[in-house]
């Protein structure tokens, strides 16, 4: 059974700093998806992570994969305030490309000014 | 482009009610995914349709779930009879497929079911 976990499950900090997200997944996937979800609402695609060694930034967060490792990180450069929210990573369940996903069960992120 | 669209968006019903759970996907996506998130718990993988066909079931907790895509457009999941730990936030998710190239999930904003 494919296994994701996420790791921390809850940070607190403070608006400058960086921090990365760590996600460790236990089957030879090369496809890994982190998500953005506010209170409430839907899950919103921040990356889509499709070979070995990708790495995708956008604004503040970047994204890597090392699917030798089964690890992907999400790191936080700067926090600010609006990237208060829930993060999830997740995994194809066979690398297929449309298959269910399996997910972390999340970071709870907050953002202190 | 509308996104993908879930309704209702909330729902309060009694042990052993029925009630059906209706997702609308990006229009021109063929593969159409159904997932829950129980309290506490990670999201889970219920099943997958491309267009009207069930693609991948194995994620459907039991026979009391039953999801349908006539016509390959929308979807329906029903829970009959509901039980209290049917409770949760059903998401539904849907994507154009490897063929396309894109294989991103796009989700809806999901229905809160709470059975009591």
């Known amino acids: 059974e494919l296994k994701v976990e996420q790791n921390p499950l809850f940070l607190s900090m403070q608006e400058g700093k960086n921090y990365t997200i760590y996600c460790n997944y236990s089957?030879?996937?090369?496809?890994l998806y982190w998500y953005r979800q506010d209170p409430g609402k839907s899950l919103e695609s921040l990356f889509v992570?499709?070979?070995?060694?990708a790495v995708k930034q956008e604004g503040r967060l970047m994204a890597s994969l090392d699917t030798k490792a089964r690890l992907s990180t999400l790191h936080i450069t700067a926090a600010v305030h609006d990237l208060s929210a829930t993060y999830f990573c997740?995994?194809?369940?066979?690398?297929?490309?449309?298959?269910?996903?399996?997910f972390g069960k999340g970071t709870h992120l907050i953002i202190q000014p | 482009e509308a996104g993908v669209t879930q309704f209702p968006s909330h729902s309060v019903i009694e042990k052993g009610q029925t009630v059906t759970l209706r997702c609308d996907p990006i229009?021109?996506?063929?593969?159409l995914y159904w997932y829950r998130r129980v309290m506490g718990k990670e999201i889970k993988f219920l099943l997958h349709?491309?267009?009207?066909?069930?693609?991948?079931e194995s994620g459907m907790p039991n026979n009391r779930f039953l999801a349908e895509r006539t016509g390959g457009t929308y979807s329906t999941l029903k829970v009959q009879p509901a039980e209290l730990e049917d409770s949760g936030v059903y998401f539904c998710?849907?994507?154009?497929?490897?063929?396309?190239?894109?294989?991103?999930?796009?989700f809806g904003p999901g229905t809160r079911l709470t059975v009591t």
């Open positions: 997740a995994v194809d369940s066979s690398g297929g490309g449309a298959d269910g996903l399996t």
């Open positions: 089957t030879t996937s090369d496809r």
């Open positions: 998710a849907s994507s154009q497929g490897p063929g396309s190239g894109a294989y991103e999930q796009y």
């Open positions: 229009s021109g996506h063929d593969n």
């Open positions: 992570l499709l070979s070995n060694g």
């Open positions: 349709f491309v267009k009207e066909s069930k693609q991948d």
